[in-house]
């Protein structure tokens, strides 16, 4: 980008997109610790100190796209709640959205989950806003569903975090049994249902 135009803010949006896509990139095939912000302002073809004027850091580059994807994630999972009365199949729904999460976001949810401790306490503030917003929606399905006896009484924001963390386990399992959608249906009912045989088959 040649120095002195001006981007209008449409133009700014797009343009930190645009760098945020080839971080999450560089990412997925080079790890988070073997990507730098140089690679990232080269692919981008911008001197590294217009990068500077987008992102400060890479971990402000990660947060920001862990931050948008799980707003819209958790906007995706309201949505399901106000449309789905059976808390059961509300569940079910949101999984299978979280399931969703686009590929290139990944790597940086795992390095996230496992190095969140390192990162600088305001992004570790927002991170924490945004999953416990996502929590809570999960826990009040599971706290109606308790409400309306569809569910045993339970620690409902236990048992929503074993779910969310539940996808972790799947996407990332480096044996899978079966299809990710198959693992994510066999975990519902692991969950819903437990593994003790009540005297059925």
């Not at 686009?102 to 806003?129: C, F, G, H, I």
Request: hydrophobic share 40%; net charge neutral; aromatic share 6%.
């Amino acid at each position: 980008m040649p120095k002195g135009i001006i981007l209008t803010p449409e133009q700014q949006a797009e343009r930190r997109e645009e760098i945020v896509g080839i971080a999450l990139r560089l990412i997925e095939e080079n790890g988070f610790k073997k990507t730098s912000m140089r690679e990232i302002a080269a692919l981008a073809n911008m001197g590294k100190s217009s990068l500077y004027d987008f992102f400060k850091t890479k971990d402000e580059i990660a947060v920001y796209a862990v931050e948008k994807q799980i707003k819209e994630t958790t906007q995706e999972a309201r949505r399901i709640v106000a449309d789905e009365s059976s808390p059961e199949q509300c569940l079910r729904k949101i999984m299978l959205n979280h399931l969703g999460v686009p590929k290139q976001y990944r790597t940086v949810l795992m390095w996230l989950n496992t190095e969140s401790d390192y990162l600088e306490e305001e992004y570790r503030n927002r991170l924490q806003a945004i999953r416990y917003a996502y929590q809570d929606v999960v826990q009040s399905v599971i706290e109606n569903g308790v409400a309306l006896g569809v569910f045993r009484k339970t620690d409902a924001a236990l048992a929503s975090r074993l779910l969310i963390n539940s996808m972790l386990s799947i996407v990332y399992t480096s044996r899978p049994s079966t299809s990710p959608e198959k693992m994510l249906d066999e975990t519902m009912n692991i969950i819903l249902r437990g593994i003790i045989n009540h005297g059925g088959a």
